[in-house]
């Protein structure tokens, strides 16, 4: 604006002070459209538990609003629901020091990661934001926190089965590469282990691997046993222990499918691992009840049940020409109870289950996966024919043995008295063999099917498996 703009005189000549007065407001609109918008800032006005309620300005959902503090710092909240004129705001990280009144600032844009190569061998939290001693993050690009999923016409189909180096997976349940696998344990069964199993010996390009609400100091255990040094470096880990924020838990999941994505973007197969979803829809359901939300099931709300979905389905396999993301979750069975509404709506939504179970972990067979109960979705697409022969077989075996266990155990069964009974009687021993696998040790797919094939070739003729029914 020059000097003549912001003289604005009346005179004697009309038509000059029109020109001017048109000049300094076309310079004003130049000045409202090209430089910083205007905020309407807004008071908060309640705080209960975790909820906060603000007045006067205008987020939409999901968007954030800044809420300044006493010591003058912003503490950086999220929009998770209104009424009325009123917004309800989620703190990401600690709120203490808010006072009644102060002033609520809302933030354009929407929330935004940084993804790139500098993540791998990286430790973040929630934000992105590193947890380790290396340096800042700022190479990379930015990607919404909240991306999409692919339209499921457009998805490469399930065809090729995954190594994950565990006998019992690649022999009875077959994991295709781009599956969607639940591992749903109890507490102290061995999920961590298998998990950990599965990361050392799985043939991926990346590994990301997502600590959602659990011990901090599994973060730590984990990044040492699990991953190694070897493991590391190209792996990205995302923790947010459960002394972190409901919303921190929720953005440490988003966060881990973000970087993800962007790594099967780049054409590559990525392993996925989030421990847990449990812990997920638990944050959610803190949140929405402290915006009033009214629980539907064992106290969780609708919502709860939205969220899963919208989470699990951004893995899985890229278009054509792309990569996979083929994504391991647990599932915390509370009590060992199979019927939790949340075991039950994420057995309903993944491609598969494995089950663990604690008889099994109880009698020192580990990894104790409960065969009856697990099944993989994308068996008949992946596996053979001889090898579904083998798998069903094993099945009926094992199931014969469980369901005469009793009768077994306590010596009222009689050797002879049923062939069935007697070949599982005789075939335990190398079933239980079978199923126990050293922590440390990794079996591929191939030797896996042929110790599965090589189990039946340990009894013989009839005779041969009464006697061995006998002498057990």
């Known amino acids: ?138 190479s990379g690009k930015r990607v919404p926190l909240f991306g999409k999923s692919i339209n499921p016409l457009d998805r490469s189909p399930i065809r090729t089965q995954l190594d994950v180096g ?121 949140i929405a009840l402290a915006i009033g939300e009214p629980p539907a099931t064992k106290g969780y709300p609708p919502s709860v049940f939205a969220k899963l979905p919208q989470l699990v389905e951004r893995a899985g396999n890229g278009t054509d020409g792309k990569g996979s993301i083929t994504a391991f979750y647990t599932v915390l069975a509370e009590g060992d109870d199979q019927n939790d509404p949340i075991v039950d709506a994420s057995r309903a939504i993944l491609d598969g289950h494995i089950v663990l179970s604690r008889s099994m972990a109880d009698a020192g067979v580990y990894p104790a996966i409960d065969v009856e109960a697990s099944i993989s979705r994308a068996l008949a697409q992946i596996s053979t024919d001889s090898q579904q022969q083998l798998i069903s077989r094993f099945r009926q075996v094992y199931s014969t043995y469980q369901e005469s266990r009793d009768l077994i155990s306590v010596g009222a069964y009689h050797a002879g008295s049923n062939a069935r009974i007697d070949e599982a009687i005789a075939l335990w021993p190398a079933i239980l063999d079978f199923l126990r696998q050293h922590h440390n040790q990794c079996v591929d797919s191939d030797t896996s099917l042929a110790e599965l094939r090589a189990l039946f070739d340990t009894v013989g003729n009839t005779s041969e498996v009464v006697e061995n029914a006998e002498a057990l």
């Not at 790139?116 to 061998?121: T, V």
């Not at 590559?268 to 944050?283: G, P």
Request: charged residues 25%.
């Open 166 to 286: 565990v006998r019992s997976i690649n022999g009875l349940l077959a994991v295709g590469r781009g599956q969607r696998m639940g591992l749903f344990a109890g507490s102290g069964v061995g999920k961590s282990m298998l998990l950990g199993m599965m990361t050392r010996n799985t043939n991926a390009d990346v590994v990301v691997v997502g600590l959602v609400g659990e011990r901090g100091r599994e973060v730590r255990e984990f990044i040492d046993e699990s991953l190694g040094k070897d493991g590391m470096q190209h792996s990205v880990v995302v923790a947010t222990p459960a002394d972190e924020t409901p919303l921190m838990r929720m953005h440490g999941a988003w966060l881990t499918a973000a970087i993800a994505e962007h790594f099967r973007d780049q054409g590559l197969h990525v392993l996925l691992l989030m421990d847990s979803l449990t812990r997920f829809a638990q944050a959610q359901r803190e």
């Open 1 to 138: 604006m020059t000097a003549e703009d912001s003289k604005i005189v009346v005179g004697p000549n009309p038509d000059r002070n029109l020109e001017r007065s048109i000049r300094l407001g076309s310079f004003i609109d130049r000045a409202l459209d090209g430089g910083p918008k205007m905020v309407v800032e807004g008071t908060l006005k309640r705080t209960v538990g975790l909820a906060m309620e603000a007045e006067g300005c205008h987020a939409p959902l999901g968007g954030r609003c800044d809420v300044v503090a006493a010591d003058g710092r912003k503490i950086e909240t999220e929009v998770v629901g209104f009424s009325g004129e009123r917004l309800f705001l989620m703190p990401v990280g600690d709120m203490r020091g808010v006072l009644p009144n102060t002033r609520v600032i809302p933030v354009s844009g929407n929330p935004e990661v940084l993804v790139g190569n500098d993540l791998l061998g990286r430790v973040l939290d929630g934000r992105g934001k590193p947890l380790d001693s290396g340096p800042p993050i700022v």
